[in-house]
Each structure stands twice: as structure tokens, then as C-alpha cells.
């Protein structure tokens, strides 16, 4: 440690924020991203696209909650399109309702229009 740094503490050591981890066996992270298990069926996303559907109001929130799911330079590994990380996905919906719990589309609605009145 020089002059004028800050001394590091204990979960200092090793810490890199910018750390990149893929190849390093972190499951979820790099290339080999997410896990198809680990999101909830076609049939649950299916309601809650209908629901969405049927209020027109809500379309510019939707749209605009999904933009920042999606991964940054989501172009640059596979599967080579702008969809939301499976275990992001996996990780908001388990701390939200626990990972033996299963939403319903009209929890969906109501946090989209909890975004929609605070932005």
C-alpha cells in the first residue's frame, strides 16, 4: 500500500469489480450463461404477455423493464439475441416470492404499474 491509498480492508482482498468470470466454472455467468430449468414455463409467460396485451398503457413499461434485463453486448455470446438473462430472471422472481412459489400474471401487471407511476 503507497502513500494517499486507502487502507484495504478484510473483503477487500482479491476484489476486482470490474471481474470478468467466464471460464472460471461461476455457473449463470459468461458464454454459457443461465440455465433453461431454472425459469418458469412457456405457460406462465404466455399469461403474462396476455395480460400485458390487453393494456395498451402498460406496452412503453414492459418494453422499457426488458431493455434493462437485457445483458449489455448481449450480441457478443449466444444465444446472439436481446433476451433477459435466464438466471437474472431466476433470481428476481426467487427473492420476490421464494423458490417454491410460482407469480401470477397479475403480479406482473401490478409491478408494471408500480414502475410506470415511478418513473
Given at each position: 500500500?503507497?502513500?494517499?491509498?486507502?487502507?484495504?480492508?478484510?473483503?477487500?482482498?482479491?476484489?476486482?469489480?470490474?471481474?470478468?468470470?467466464?471460464?472460471?466454472?461461476?455457473s449463470?455467468?459468461?458464454?454459457?450463461?443461465?440455465?433453461?430449468?431454472?425459469?418458469?414455463?412457456?405457460?406462465?409467460?404466455?399469461?403474462?404477455?396476455?395480460?400485458?396485451?390487453?393494456?395498451?398503457?402498460?406496452?412503453?413499461t414492459?418494453?422499457?423493464?426488458i431493455?434493462?434485463?437485457?445483458?449489455?453486448?448481449?450480441?457478443?455470446?449466444?444465444?446472439?439475441?436481446?433476451?433477459?438473462?435466464?438466471?437474472?430472471?431466476?433470481?428476481?422472481?426467487?427473492?420476490?416470492?421464494g423458490?417454491?412459489?410460482?407469480?401470477?400474471?397479475?403480479?406482473?401487471?401490478?409491478?408494471?404499474?408500480?414502475?410506470?407511476?415511478a418513473?
Amino acid at each position: 500500500m503507497g502513500h494517499g491509498e486507502p487502507p484495504s480492508s478484510p473483503g477487500d482482498a482479491g476484489h476486482h469489480r470490474h471481474a470478468t468470470f467466464s471460464g472460471m466454472g461461476v455457473s449463470g455467468v459468461g458464454p454459457n450463461r443461465g440455465d433453461p430449468g431454472m425459469t418458469h414455463d412457456a405457460a406462465f409467460w404466455f399469461h403474462c404477455f396476455s395480460a400485458i396485451a390487453r393494456r395498451p398503457h402498460l406496452w412503453f413499461t414492459a418494453l422499457r423493464q426488458i431493455a434493462r434485463a437485457v445483458p449489455t453486448r448481449w450480441w457478443t455470446r449466444p444465444p446472439f439475441a436481446p433476451i433477459p438473462d435466464p438466471t437474472y430472471i431466476r433470481f428476481r422472481l426467487e427473492t420476490a416470492y421464494g423458490s417454491h412459489s410460482m407469480p401470477r400474471a397479475d403480479d406482473v401487471v401490478r409491478y408494471l404499474e408500480w414502475c410506470r407511476a415511478a418513473a
